[in-house]
């Protein structure tokens, strides 16, 4: 269902009514120095920051196959046959050759779009809650 106008009006002012800014604002003081105190940029800390937030307005969820991808990599790391761990082989073995090769191509495509997500996120939440 697209959104109209009036109803992200709404929501915006639910938002400010609800101290969000000023949550996200504390937040960010928050963040800023936690990676100030481990050395990290803070100008890359504050656009991974700003990502998030704009993820969590727009209600976005990470999907199914990242929470995959992130759990693998929790465990075990980057290892060398993680495009094998994460076929469906089920509906890989259901496909042509031709179809295998396209299958297997958008599953990298998407592993590595889940990786650099996963090493964004490690870096500013995981790493700093070790």
Known sequence: MEKTLKMLAKEAKQRMKKGFWQKCEEELDSKREKARNMGMSESRMERYFQEKVGETIKGDTPDEFYLKVRDLLLKEGEV???????????????????????????????????????????????????
């Open 80 to 130: 060398s046959d993680a495009i094998g761990r994460l076929t469906d082989v089920e509906y890989y073995n259901s496909l042509g050759y031709s179809e295998r090769q396209r299958y297997t191509l958008e599953l990298s495509e998407k592993y590595l779009r889940a990786l650099e997500r996963f090493k964004k996120e490690y870096e500013f939440e995981l790493r700093g809650k070790k």
